[in-house]
């Protein structure tokens, strides 16, 4: 991992913003160490959908990223590629729907997260927000042993088809047209589109995860929440879904409760 630039440290963490390897290209982020000697456990931060035209490099996670660090977590926020000054997005891929680019580089992320000097390798874990959420599952289904645990907020749903339906259909219709004509629709090629969905592989998930959702979610819509709690809960996964009664996407009066939530489940599963 590469330093760049140290900028917005405080007396709880120093700040840095980042550079590491994801295959072939470059990703950024920032990094937060907390002052003292260490190891520390670490998270990995995969951050919600934001418009690559004004992402800016940490954004998405303020909140969290502050919180944590001053738990004494070492945290790593990933812009992903095409985000900030990472490499750019491959032509040719799907990285828009399918998220298996930003899965490689959230993977890679904790992979350069734990050869650092103050991190404990044993004691690192994922959280995600919103697309982020999606990110985290695919990582964990694809890396069983990768990481402790993992934490999701307002999570994207767990089948692909879902969330074009949801975004790119209304919004991007000539490139879900494209996808369907060299894939098959999920009618015609159901098991295409199955194998792009986290859901179809919860058998792998190996470690507790810890989800948050909001009743009255605009984005994400509650009922995914509760589709993806009881297929985990069918296929074995230790898991737990906190539900926020009025709460929206981005989360207000209730997050401070929900942070609380974090931290104890992430001091439980790496202290």
Not at 83 to 102: C, F, K, N
Not at 111 to 131: H, I
Not at 227 to 249: F, I, K, N, P, S
Request: aromatic fraction near 10%; proline fraction near 6%.
């Amino acid at each position: 991992m590469k330093v760049l630039r140290e900028a917005g440290s405080t007396d709880a963490y120093r700040r840095f913003e980042v550079s590491y390897p994801s295959g072939r290209l470059t990703i950024t982020g920032v990094l937060f160490r907390p002052r003292g000697q260490g190891p520390f456990p670490g998270v990995v931060f995969a951050h919600g959908h934001i418009d690559t035209d004004i992402y800016v490099t940490g954004q998405g996670l303020r909140r969290e990223q502050d919180r944590l660090a001053r738990e004494g977590y070492v945290v790593l926020h990933t812009d992903y590629r095409g985000h900030a000054g990472s490499s750019p997005i491959p032509e040719g891929t799907e990285e828009d729907e399918s998220r298996l680019g930003y899965t490689r580089d959230t993977i890679n992320a904790v992979q350069a997260m734990k050869r650092l000097p103050y991190v404990d390798p044993e004691r690192t874990a994922l959280l995600g927000r919103s697309m982020g959420g999606g990110v985290v599952m695919n990582v964990l289904v694809a890396q069983p042993d990768l990481v402790r645990a993992g934490v999701t907020y307002a999570s994207v749903s767990s089948d692909i088809v879902d969330n074009i339906n949801r975004w790119a259909v209304p919004s991007r219709p000539d490139e879900v047209a494209r996808l369907y004509r060299k894939h098959g629709d999920p009618r015609t090629a159901p098991e295409f589109w199955e194998g792009l969905s986290a859901r179809t592989y919860f058998d792998r998930i190996a470690v507790p995860l810890q989800m948050h959702h909001g009743t009255n979610d605009e984005s994400c819509p509650i009922r995914w929440a509760y589709t993806t709690r009881d297929l985990m809960a069918e296929a074995g996964v230790q898991q737990r879904l906190w539900v926020y009664e009025g709460e929206q996407h981005a989360f207000g009066p209730q997050w401070d409760l929900s942070i609380r939530r974090v931290v104890r489940f992430l001091d439980r599963h790496l202290g």
